[in-house]
């Protein structure tokens, strides 16, 4: 009798500690944060990550006196006409299809913008007070150019000028020349600048 009631109490116990194991609260905390649940070792440990990814593509403004192959301040290339638009950042448009023109803002140093499609495809800087990253500006010499920019080369329009073109990735610059100094530059599209100048075509 005595050996069945202390089988009884050890099957009771191991009944009991089972019971207990599957349903600890502790336990039940712990599975919140298996892989792929909410606060989880997958999930982000930064609330902001989505947001920051969301706005990942937003450009950048730049500086108004540095000009490079992808645009100067806020007009960089490609940027959409009625983004620009919508923020104030050029004035009467004169359509000539397939091509859009406008100024750009003083503080911007008025670039001269060429727009395709929507989209910003080239523009043209004429004061002095803007340079590229080499320092290169209107009214650098065209032989200091060739040493700025020696992967460049030059090219001639359909009534013999010259300037002088570099790509940097899918853009480029062209720095035109007249009485052997820079006297304007163009940024954009690298085709779209190339056949612009050379024959007159696109925008």
């Not at 003083?106 to 080239?122: Q, V």
């Not at 000028?161 to 940097?168: E, H, K, N, P, V």
């Amino acid at each position: 009798m005595r050996f069945r009631h202390a089988t009884l109490a050890v099957a009771l116990l191991t009944v009991l500690g089972v019971a207990g194991c599957g349903d600890d609260p502790d336990d039940r905390a712990l599975g919140a944060f298996t892989d792929g649940a909410p606060g989880g070792p997958s999930a982000s440990a930064d609330p902001g990550a989505a947001q920051v990814e969301s706005t990942s593509q937003a450009r950048p403004v730049g500086s108004p006196d540095v000009l490079t192959a992808a645009g100067i301040g806020p007009y960089a290339i490609g940027s959409p006409q009625g983004e620009l638009k919508k923020a104030g950042l050029f004035g009467k448009v004169t359509t000539k299809a397939p091509c859009a023109t406008t100024k750009g803002l003083g503080k911007y140093n008025t670039p001269a913008l060429a727009f395709t499609g929507g989209k910003l495809e080239r523009l043209t800087v004429t004061s002095t007070k803007v340079a590229t990253p080499t320092g290169a500006k209107v009214g650098t010499s065209y032989a200091a150019l060739k040493g700025m920019y020696p992967n460049g080369k030059q090219l001639d329009d359909w009534v013999g000028a010259s300037a002088w073109y570099t790509l940097d990735g899918g853009n480029a610059l062209l720095f035109r020349i007249k009485d052997d100094k820079v006297a304007s530059i163009d940024a954009g599209a690298g085709q779209t600048v190339r056949f612009f100048y050379t024959d007159k075509q696109g925008c």
